[in-house]
């Protein structure tokens, strides 16, 4: 299978090609638009500020690369909010597969604390048209492992959700296109099948 990382100014992608090499592919770190294209499958991770990663992304034109991918593609962290319409950290036009705004959490309490980091359990009650059933076969709500400070609503793309200040999309589906706020890649046997769920989608 060939298997595709877009490569660009995001940490946290050899955490990624680590656990794909644990499902034993050899995935290709790439900015080229024709070996993205070719790719039977696409991960778009990544860890940083919106504003500086899009700024890049837009410099190397993979803003329309990505739009234009046919194939399944996994956004990841970042990668997910990237992906949706317009980001509040620094104000960022994304890439737009997702028309959603990525919000900043706003702490309600004294024990609130932002980022979000550690384990939190997936539920699965806004998944639509049962695509969830995909990306999570047999995972019955799993803890997934999250560090963010923005996120997703909810919104009618939303397949798994997750609670932290407030209920907001871990996961979402649109077409091709799926993303998920957690790192399944640091999400032990949860993590490992929801990327082999991923791998073996067949659109």
């Known amino acids: 299978m060939n298997v595709a990382i877009v490569k660009y100014n995001a940490g946290n992608i050899y955490s990624v090609v680590n656990a794909l ?14 070996m993205l ?9 990544g860890q940083g500020e ?3 990663t899009m700024s890049y992304i837009r410099e190397h034109r993979l803003d329309k690369v990505i ?19 317009h980001s509040e950290e620094s104000d960022t036009d994304c890439i737009g597969i997702f028309p959603v705004e990525v919000r900043r959490f706003r702490p309600q309490h004294h024990e609130d604390k932002v980022p979000a980091m550690g384990w939190n359990k997936l539920l699965y009650d806004n998944a639509h048209a049962g695509q969830g059933e995909r990306l999570f076969k047999g995972l019955p709500s799993p803890y997934v492992y999250f560090v963010h400070s923005y996120y997703v609503p909810l919104c009618s793309y939303t397949i798994a959700t997750a609670n932290y200040i407030t209920p907001y999309s871990a996961a979402l589906h649109r077409d091709n296109f799926w993303a998920c706020q957690f790192h399944p890649e640091k999400s032990g046997k949860a993590g490992e099948q929801i990327l082999r769920n991923f791998l073996e989608l067949s659109e």
């Not at 090499?21 to 024709?34: M, N, S, V, Y």
């Not at 294209?37 to 991770?45: E, R």
């Not at 234009?68 to 319409?85: F, H, N, S, Y």
């Open 37 to 45: 294209m070719k790719a039977d499958k696409v991960l778009f991770p």
């Open 67 to 85: 739009r234009d991918l046919r194939q399944p593609v996994l956004g990841i962290c970042v990668g997910q909010q990237l992906l949706c319409q």
């Open 21 to 34: 090499h644990r499902l034993g592919i050899e995935p290709t770190l790439t900015d080229d638009a024709e």
């Open 50 to 52: 919106a504003g500086t």
